[in-house]
């Protein structure tokens, strides 16, 4: 287990700092199409595949994904990243603005990590 969530830390920590660093913009390869929070980054087992090849599940994102919705085409969208439920399809379901989604995320990430790494800790120190 501790090793599977300092993996899942580190994997939503290179996720936050992507999202940072403007990993989120166009891409110079097709600047006419608009990417996809989550799905163009990094940590997507299918990022930069034309055909999705590995199942969702398999995602370290996938414990966050309500059950009602892991059979949809892109269930990480549907991870509620705020107290009011939203997320990213929310966001984009509502025309909401961009940055607002990718300050939404942000907030989950930082959130998220923290609360990982305080469970971390606290199975260290019961280990040792």
């Known amino acids: 287990m501790p090793a599977d969530l300092k993996e899942i830390i580190d994997q939503l920590k290179l996720e936050r700092d992507f999202l940072k660093d403007g990993g989120y913009g166009r891409s110079v390869h097709s600047p006419w ?14 990022f930069d595949e034309a055909v999705k090849e590995y199942p969702c599940h398999e995602c370290a994102l996938w414990d966050w994904v309500p059950a009602k919705h892991q059979d949809e085409d892109i269930p990480c969208h549907f991870i509620p990243l705020n107290d009011r439920g939203e997320s990213i399809s929310t966001f984009i379901e509502d025309a909401k603005d961009r940055e607002e989604a990718e300050e939404a995320l942000l907030r989950w990430l930082n959130s998220t990590i923290e609360k990982l790494e305080a469970s971390l800790r606290r199975h260290q120190a019961d280990a040792a």
């Open 33 to 46: 199409k608009p990417t996809k929070l989550f799905c163009d980054s990094v940590i997507c087992l299918n």
